[in-house]
């Protein structure tokens, strides 16, 4: 079984650029999640997306972040413009379904650093 | 108040101790907890999973669940050096969302 695939792995722009991410999440998982995890911190839930549907956005800071998930697969997380405080690994994860008894399977990660 | 919280360590054992990791949760209702290993510049990957109260055993990891305390704890045997990492707890709330605590930093000191 393919693990979930995040590309690309890192990213250094510099600030008030814009910036995509794509992640592929593992065959059949109908429930995909971004998150942010800053250094020596837990990962953070940005927006959790089950099939099409954003489910959970309450953390996505909407003025500058978007994420769109297409056919209910590969997902695209933007950010515009990116900020310093930006600078983090973006991962993403899929479950066969929502959260309540279904564990994660994360995506090696993005690195994102701002200039 | 924090959804998950624990205590961030660093935590050092000698190789061939138990590692004993904690975990509490704001709300009652949570249903689902999990146990996740992150080695540094790496993804979390799960450890385990505990639903009902009680201990849930697997190989050397034993997990251990209090609802009414509202804690869940990770039991490490034998720990090896390849245990250094940091492990981060995860609850499911009744609202279906889900929280990671800020983890705990594991060393194993050959």
């Known amino acids: 079984e393919a693990g979930v695939v995040q590309s690309p792995r890192y990213k250094i722009i510099e600030k008030k650029q814009p910036v995509a991410f794509w992640c592929n999440p593992i065959?059949?998982?109908?429930?995909l999640y971004w998150y942010l995890q800053n250094l020596g911190q837990g990962p953070e839930l940005l927006i959790r997306?089950?099939?099409?549907?954003?489910?959970?956005d309450s953390q996505l800071p909407k003025d500058r972040f978007s994420a769109e998930r297409l056919k209910g697969v590969d997902s695209t997380l933007k950010i515009q413009p990116a900020e310093l405080g930006d600078s983090a690994v973006y991962l993403c994860?899929?479950?066969?379904?929502?959260?309540?008894?279904?564990?994660?399977?994360f995506g090696d990660g993005t690195r994102l650093s701002i200039l | 108040q924090k959804e998950v919280e624990q205590n961030s360590g660093p935590l050092s054992v000698p190789e061939g101790a138990i590692a004993s990791l904690n975990c509490t949760y704001s709300?009652?209702?949570?249903?689902?907890f999990f146990w996740y290993r992150q080695y540094s510049g790496k993804s979390p990957e799960l450890i385990m999973s505990?639903?009902?109260?009680g201990d849930k055993e697997d190989g050397r990891f034993t997990a251990q669940l209090n609802k009414a305390s509202q804690y869940v704890s990770l039991l490490i045997r034998d720990s090896q050096p390849s245990d250094s990492a940091t492990y981060l707890c995860?609850?499911?709330?009744?609202?279906?969302?889900?929280?990671f605590g800020t983890g705990t930093s594991l060393t194993v000191i050959p």
């Open positions: 994860a899929s479950s066969p379904s929502g959260p309540s008894n279904q564990p994660q399977h």
């Open positions: 997306y089950e099939n099409e549907e954003a489910v959970d």
């Open positions: 709300d009652r209702g949570s249903q689902s």
């Open positions: 995860a609850v499911t709330t009744t609202g279906n969302q889900f929280y």
């Open positions: 505990i639903y009902s109260n």
């Open positions: 065959s059949g998982h109908n429930t």
